[in-house]
């Protein structure tokens, strides 16, 4: 359960990224807004999970979900270049996500 709720926490701190970038400055209400309630959520989950994961593995998997779901959002959105080296960049955090968890 800790992991399911880790991972849903990293996906979530790119919802807070894009709603950070989206909201101008904090200029914005429905941005701003939804930038607070997914930083909330997101640190929660964090909290959450590091009671039965261990700080290290639990931050590096939270921040490795979140950068990869916010340059993967950037990319499809077109604020962010398509390359292949981007790609297979993004791939290899994948894998050293999965394999803190398959170490655990």
């Not at 779901?69 to 270049?81: F, H, K, N, R, W």
């Not at 790609?87 to 290899?92: E, H, M, R, V």
Request: aromatic share 6%; with cysteine; proline share 3%.
């Amino acid at each position: 359960m800790a992991w399911i709720l880790l991972v849903l926490s990293g996906a979530l701190e790119a919802v807070w990224a894009a709603a950070l970038d989206r909201s101008e400055g904090f200029s914005k209400p429905i941005p701003t807004i939804v930038f607070l309630v997914a930083l909330a959520l997101s640190m929660a989950g964090l909290a959450t999970a590091m009671r039965h994961i261990p700080l290290g593995t639990a931050y590096a998997v939270w921040v490795g979900i979140g950068a990869v779901l916010t340059v993967t959002y950037a990319m499809a959105t077109g604020a962010e270049a398509v390359s292949l080296v981007r790609i297979a960049l993004l791939a290899g955090i994948v894998l050293c996500v999965v394999g803190l968890k398959a170490i655990e």
